[in-house]
């Protein structure tokens, strides 16, 4: 048991160091691009995605009633909770068979992504429409909630504290 320890205590310091050198920028990019395509469809509004301080910052500029808004959202805290759900899955596969770890990874990898884009999508419409700002303010800072649902789930579904722990129940 030890050894998954230290096995995840490593993957997640490698996964930040990592995540600070070069993978924020990338996932940054990854979601830009993966809104990119229904924010065009919106018409007057543009995302862009600039790296400022080796920071992402996203920008939203929109015409409301014929004036023009510029509102922006820092991506480090937005992005971060991908890291911490990644070093969830290296534990799992120090302790799930490949095949289950994999397809659980691919789940939760999924839905946070998802929301993610869902985060961003609707900070293009945040001025636009009151329930979106609403929902957006709900999400506000709380993607790592999501994580942490995924991990009790996991921990749920998998008899996790059973398989840890066989005399817990």
Known sequence: ????????????????????????????????YLVYLPVEALPNT??????E???????VSSIINNE??????????FLL?????????????TILPHKKAFKVCRNNVLVLVFSQFIYLFFLTLYWKSDTIRVIHDMMNNNLIVIV????IKDTIRNHLL???NPNYS
């Open 81 to 93: 909770p991908i890291v911490l759900l990644l070093s969830w899955q290296v534990f799992l596969f």
């Open 53 to 59: 301080a080796g920071y992402p910052l996203y920008t």
């Open 1 to 32: 048991m030890i050894k998954n320890v230290i096995i995840v205590f490593l993957a997640a310091l490698i996964l930040f160091v990592l995540w600070t050198l070069v993978l924020e920028n990338m996932y940054a990019y990854f979601l830009y």
């Open 68 to 77: 023009s808004y510029t509102w922006s959202l820092s991506g480090e805290l």
């Open 148 to 151: 942490v649902f995924l991990i």
């Open 162 to 164: 059973e398989i840890i």
């Open 46 to 51: 543009t995302l862009t995605l600039k790296i």
